[in-house]
């Protein structure tokens, strides 16, 4: 089982989290000091924080993870959902981080969950935050959404007819100077003229 955790790196919120909190300190170019001065507490040392990023402290609490998310400068779900992961959510739930990012938004309940309990637990909770776009956005979105791909083809359809007509025009000029005895200096003239016109 544990090879098989690693070969699709199967990672828990707080594995993640550990994670998370190392590369964006290290992106954000901090040492571990400069963080836990940042972080204003005299608990949080850099000890204590390479302690938490090495994963020798077992869990970071969620006081601490709201707060290394404010002294990082990024959203607190930046440190919960890394890239490519799949996230066990609980023994035997595993999820992709797309997924995993939906379900602490509250856009999208788990398998094996309330779906309804969640749904309404999250309107309750988020209020319209939860709701994400509104559905009169959505539908004036779709509304011109389709009016746009009609007015394309529309457009094509004339392009088309168009185009047709045009061909016709020029295989026509071509049979009549076939027709009429035409030299083939005269016939590739014509034809070249076209093809100059096509520049």
Do not use: C
């Not at 571990?32 to 994963?55: F, H, K, Q, S, W």
């Not at 009609?150 to 185009?163: L, V």
């Amino acid at each position: 089982m544990a090879s098989d955790r690693a070969e699709v790196q199967v990672e828990t919120p707080g594995e993640i989290a550990r994670r998370r909190i190392r590369e964006v300190r290290k992106a954000r170019k901090l040492s571990p000091t400069a963080a836990a001065e940042r972080y204003g507490d005299a608990a949080m040392t850099a000890t204590v924080l390479m302690n938490i990023e090495a994963g020798r402290r077992q869990s970071v609490t969620v006081d601490e993870l709201v707060r290394l998310a404010y002294v990082l400068d990024v959203p607190v779900e930046a440190l919960l959902v890394g890239p490519g992961a799949t996230v066990e959510v609980a023994p035997g739930v595993l999820v992709d981080s797309v997924r995993f990012l939906r379900w602490l938004r509250g856009q999208e309940a788990l398998d094996g969950a309330d779906a309804d309990h969640y749904r309404a637990v999250a309107a309750e909770a988020l209020g319209d935050a939860g709701r994400g776009v509104p559905q009169e956005l959505r539908d004036e979105f779709l509304a011109r959404a389709q009016a746009a791909f009609d007015g394309f083809f529309a457009d094509s359809e004339e392009i088309h007819h168009k185009t047709r007509q045009q061909v016709r025009g020029v295989l026509s000029d071509v049979r009549e100077a076939v027709s009429s005895g035409k030299t083939t200096d005269e016939l590739l003239g014509i034809i070249d003229t076209y093809l100059n016109r096509l520049e």
